[in-house]
T-cell receptor
Framework: DTGVSQDPRHKITKRGQNVTFRCDPI?????LYWYRQTLGQGPEFLTY????????KSRLLSDRFSAERPKGSFSTLEIQRTEQGDSAMYLC???????????????FGPGTRLTVT | DQQVKQNSPSLSVQEGRISILNCDYT??????FLWYKKYPAEGPTFLIS?????DKNEDGRFTVFLNKSAKHLSLHIVPSQPGDSAVYFC??????????FGQGTRLTINP
């Protein structure tokens, strides 16, 4: 299977704890995106990488959130000191950008559902 | 501000008939539009897309229409099948970067 994978699929944590999610993109894709989706809403952009460089961060991404893509392959999203408002589905997507031109089609993983109690 | 809007939270269509899902946008800098389908507990699945230089794109049972002057796009599914029951998201991008999504429309195909 060469699709986008995410781990874990579900995470329940207590308020104040730190959590880390992992995303493995489609192997030949050089762009990787993180989105967050809450009930009844569409996914909202958080941040994206081209190779290992983080090129854009949403203002939704507070300083408790950090994302990395150290070798331009998999990525991690860490949330420190979780709050109940962080409960959501965290989605990862990847795409292929060639020669400076991006591919508009992004392919999504199954998501990680975070519940903060 | 909601730059991409899907004003119908739900739509019910009889099997075999046409399903039409609508989407409006406000940002004239968007140059590419996409439709995604989402089943429960899964990530969105890419369905079909259209560039702003076109007004129609067709792929099998799915056709997307773009009306730039009205900042409106629609997805037509003909004929509708039970497996089409899902939540459909409209998304837009400018410069092949982040996607901006609408709130989604839940489509139910009735036998």
């Amino acid at each position: 299977d060469t699709g986008v994978s995410q781990d874990p699929r579900h995470k329940i944590t207590k308020r104040g704890q730190n959590v880390t999610f992992r995303c493995d993109p489609i192997s030949e894709h050089n762009r990787l995106y993180w989105y967050r989706q809450t009930l009844g809403q569409g996914p909202e952009f958080l941040t994206y990488f081209q190779n290992e460089a983080q090129l854009e961060k949403s203002r939704l991404l507070s300083d408790r959130f950090s994302a990395e893509r150290p070798k331009g392959s998999f990525s991690t999203l860490e949330i420190q000191r979780t709050e109940q408002g962080d409960s959501a589905m965290y989605l990862c997507a990847s795409s292929l950008a060639k020669g400076g031109a991006g591919s508009h089609e992004q392919y999504f993983g199954p998501g990680t559902r975070l519940t903060v109690t | 501000d909601q730059q991409v809007k899907q004003n119908s939270p739900s739509l019910s269509v009889q099997e075999g008939r046409i399903s039409i899902l609508n989407c409006d946008y406000t940002n004239s800098m968007f140059d590419y539009f996409l439709w995604y389908k989402k089943y429960p507990a899964e990530g969105p699945t890419f369905l079909i897309s259209i560039s702003s230089i076109k007004d129609k794109n067709e792929d099998g049972r799915f056709t997307v229409f773009l009306n730039k002057s009205a900042k409106h796009l629609s997805l037509h599914i003909v004929p509708s099948q039970p497996g089409d029951s899902a939540v459909y998201f409209c998304a837009a991008s400018g410069g092949a970067q982040k996607l901006v999504f609408g709130q989604g429309t839940r489509l139910t195909i009735n036998p």
